[in-house]
């Protein structure tokens, strides 16, 4: 099956910073990568994702690469605020169950 | 579009009893999938249903079951509970398959 790797496990940024998550996937079927966002005591919130025919895609700070050949994609947050603090999932499916990374848990220093 | 309900939200139960944890997907989403999360641990997938039928299962004893109905709710139950059941149960939907999935809030459970 899929195997889903989440890298940092922690990040900790100075607020405006950018910030840098990255998730390797294996299964070369898998052509859906979504980005949840799970703040303390809340659900996983859909953030960002991105299918397997986008290199890229952009929404404000937010933004996601993927790069098919090495099997990466990797979350971009640009101007950090203290409210982007959380844990951060990614995640993989060819269409059927979900792969789950570990989570990044992001703090962000005023 | 109302989101994706769970119930109970919060749960205590002994060791040794068995629990029913229900979920509502959003209006037309097809597919619900289950995850157990515990502190510090990711998403550990249990199972996925759609139209009825479970599609796949993850790494869980078999103590953990589920099921669908016509309506797309879905029920998960724990049988002869352990304290290490003890976790927020996230259950979420899609549309249909590998599609945009949804959270619900969870249900909290504790088993003492």
């Known amino acids: 099956g899929e195997n889903v790797e989440q890298h940092p496990s922690t990040l900790s940024v100075q607020e405006g910073d950018s910030a840098v998550i990255k998730c390797t996937y294996s299964d070369s079927a898998s052509n859906y990568f979504p980005w949840y966002k799970q703040e303390l005591g809340k659900r996983p919130q859909l953030i960002i994702d991105?299918?397997?025919?986008?290199g890229e895609k952009k929404d404000q700070r937010i933004a996601v690469t993927l790069n098919k050949t090495a099997k990466h994609f990797s979350l971009h947050i640009t101007e950090t605020q203290p409210e982007d603090s959380a844990v951060y999932f990614c995640a993989a499916t060819g269409g059927n169950q979900f792969y789950f990374g570990t989570g990044t848990s992001l703090t962000v220093i005023p | 579009k109302a989101g994706v309900t769970q119930t109970p939200r919060y749960l205590i139960k002994t060791r040794g009893q068995q629990v029913t944890l229900s979920c509502s997907p959003i209006?037309?989403?097809?597919?619900v999938s289950w995850y157990q999360q515990t502190p510090g641990q990711g998403l550990q997938f249990l199972f996925e249903y759609f139209s009825e039928t479970q599609r796949n299962k993850g790494n869980f004893p078999g103590r953990f079951s589920g099921r669908q109905f016509s309506n797309s709710r879905s029920e998960m139950n724990v049988s002869t509970l352990e304290l290490g059941d003890s976790a927020l149960y996230l259950c979420?939907?899609?549309?249909?398959?590998?599609?945009?999935?949804?959270f619900g809030p969870g249900t909290r459970l504790t088993v003492l």
């Open positions: 991105i299918r397997s025919n986008v």
């Open positions: 979420a939907s899609s549309f249909a398959r590998g599609n945009e999935q949804f």
């Open positions: 209006s037309g989403h097809r597919s």
